[in-house]
């Protein structure tokens, strides 16, 4: 028997829900090499996140997150501040925790095998985030915990 065990999210929900995007005037002059909204298939499965780009140059983007595996998956995606590796649970889990509100950019929740979900990420700065998984399970007395078996990739804004 498998029982999902969620992460505690601190204000990540707040801040998805509470960032909208700057108001797009038709016509309005961009900066050269900023486009507005991207849109980015995510595959998740056991045990990998593999998005079609892992670079983007807008400044907001769709990630449209399928779950090709057989569990349960989620996305996430967070800045990584100062490009430094998020920190690590001793299960193994990133540790959200100690993500900044600011570095938490939005997520896409308990994936079914099969299904998809999006979020979208606004006014992104240009640097390093990483997008992943941070379900932990409880399996046959065992912990697993799918970042730390490889459900994490990074991904970089220009
Ligand atoms: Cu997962």
Not at 61 to 77: I, R
Not at 117 to 142: H, M, W
Request: aromatic fraction near 6%; glycine fraction near 8%; charged fraction near 25%.
């Amino acid at each position: 028997m498998i029982r999902q065990i969620r992460i505690v999210l601190v204000g990540v929900c707040a801040i998805a829900g509470a960032v909208v995007g700057p108001a797009v005037v038709a016509g309005a002059a961009r900066p050269a090499g900023r486009t507005s909204v991207a849109k980015i298939p995510v595959v998740l499965r056991e045990f990998s996140v593999r998005p079609q780009r892992d670079f983007t140059s807008a400044d907001s983007v769709t990630f449209v997150a399928k779950n090709a595996g057989t569990e349960v998956h989620e996305l996430v995606l967070a800045r990584l501040a100062d490009g430094r590796p998020l920190p690590v649970e001793a299960d193994g889990a990133a540790d959200e925790a100690a993500i900044a509100e600011a570095d938490a950019e939005g997520e896409a929740e308990d994936i079914p095998a099969g299904r998809s979900k999006r979020f979208t990420a606004s006014d992104l700065t240009p640097g390093a985030y990483e997008l992943f998984c941070n379900i932990v399970e409880q399996e046959d007395g065992e912990t697993v915990s799918h970042y730390a078996k490889g459900m994490h990739t990074v991904f970089v804004v220009q």
